[in-house]
């Protein structure tokens, strides 16, 4: 009797378990059901705007690693009275996006990006002698995420401010981990960053220990095969409400070429031993003369043709002979777009050149590629060559 009433006794005990286990079986399938109806229903719609949203904010983790270079992107690691123009400070800013790729960091770049008084004539206010050096460098910056997209460039590398909190978790917890946490790095290649394990496992890598311009660090620039972003990389990220004035402006133009004329700073002479004025660009003052640009772009862009200049030329009307074969566009007929909205020549710049970028011809005052057409054939950079400048006609001109 004791074990007929034993064996009754274990299915009594064992039911409860095995109604729960049933339950919570029954649960799961219903909430995987209506997971399933919820991906295939119309709700589908706004999850997928959400994880649109999520692309275009990248969310860091924190166990993100980590690339920093300084606060200023073309003196690292030394304070500078002065910086290089926009498209250097580009070339500095394009490798140190490249090295946080090729690392699989997130780069921590400068909130704010110097303007070369050169190549301003708006926005910068003179400074008292007594001026403290950082107000002096505050009052000759701008704000980074004024020129550039910040979320759309993390879609292809991550990218935090250094004036964000997350950089200021990442410093905190840096001291914290302690010889783990930072590497202070000074000639040490990318190769060695990426597979020594003593450098990859740091949380943060910082190479604000040189004194050179970040692009001299990165790589041979001339090794092309070597290159990850294409320099149409940072002139395409360009801040919001500039993408949005150049693409009003190009609704405006039509059908359109474009040319870039680049004089001023780039007509330097200077005088040899014997008087003779001297320069590193003997062509270029007389290529980027209107008669001869005429003579130049002749086989590139039909008359008639809506022609966009874009140019650091300041002498009034000085491209007007180009309007007796082509109808001329500048900047200055769109200022009721463009004013609002540029405090400084850097994103006037940056407007135009996704206005060049949209033309059916863009030419270029240098040939920068082999497949670029361009004004003159001066090469771009010519650091010791210094000749009489030539103003005659040639063979080759045109």
């Not at 729960?20 to 997928?48: D, E, K, N, Q, Y």
């Not at 275009?56 to 304070?79: A, E, F, S, V």
């Not at 790729?101 to 008084?117: A, D, E, G, Q």
């Not at 361009?374 to 045109?398: A, G, R």
């Amino acid at each position: 009797m004791a074990i007929y009433v034993t064996s009754k006794a274990k299915p009594k005990s064992r039911s409860p378990i095995l109604l729960l286990a049933v339950a919570i079986t029954a649960i799961s399938l219903l909430f995987l059901f209506c997971s399933l109806v919820s991906t295939t229903g119309p709700s589908s719609s706004i999850s997928t705007s959400r994880q649109n949203v999520v692309k275009l904010r990248p969310q860091h983790t924190g166990h993100d690693k980590y690339l920093y270079w300084g606060r200023r992107i073309d003196c690292p690691g030394k304070h500078c009275e002065t910086c290089a123009g926009l498209g250097h400070q580009e070339s500095s800013l394009r490798c140190a996006l490249e090295e946080a790729m090729y690392l699989h960091r997130t780069f921590v770049m400068p909130s704010r990006m110097c303007i070369n008084p050169i190549h301003n004539k708006k926005g910068i206010l003179q400074q008292p002698s007594n001026a403290s050096l950082e107000a002096s460098w505050t009052a000759s910056s701008c704000s980074m995420d004024t020129l550039y997209d910040i979320d759309l460039i993390s879609e292809t590398i991550p990218v935090i401010l250094d004036n964000s909190k997350e950089w200021s978790q990442v410093l905190s917890t840096s001291m914290k981990l302690g010889a783990r946490g930072v590497g202070q790095v000074n000639g040490i290649s990318r190769v060695d960053l990426k597979e020594n394990n003593h450098y990859s496992n740091l949380l943060l890598i910082n190479r604000t220990a040189s004194l050179l311009s970040w692009f001299m660090e990165c790589k041979d620039r001339n090794n092309r095969s070597s290159i990850m972003l294409p320099y149409s990389f940072l002139p395409s990220m360009a801040a919001g409400k500039l993408r949005d004035a150049a693409e009003k402006i190009k609704a405006l133009l039509g059908d359109y070429d474009a040319i870039h004329v680049r004089r001023g700073d780039k007509l330097k002479t200077r005088k040899d031993r014997f008087g003779v004025e001297r320069s590193l660009t003997p062509h270029l003052d007389r290529d980027t003369r209107p008669e001869f640009i005429l003579c130049r772009i002749a086989k590139w862009v039909p008359p008639g043709r809506t022609l966009y200049i874009a140019s650091n030329e300041r002498t009034p009307g000085f491209f007007s002979p180009l309007s007796v074969r082509y109808k001329l566009a500048y900047s200055s007929n769109y200022s009721e777009i463009l004013d609002p909205l540029t405090e400084n020549n850097y994103q006037l710049f940056m407007i135009e050149r996704l206005i060049m970028m949209g033309a059916k011809t863009f030419i270029k005052t240098y040939k920068e590629d082999e497949t670029d057409l361009s004004l003159t054939d001066d090469p771009k950079k010519n650091t010791k060559n210094w000749q009489i400048p030539v103003y005659t006609k040639d063979e080759n001109t045109c």
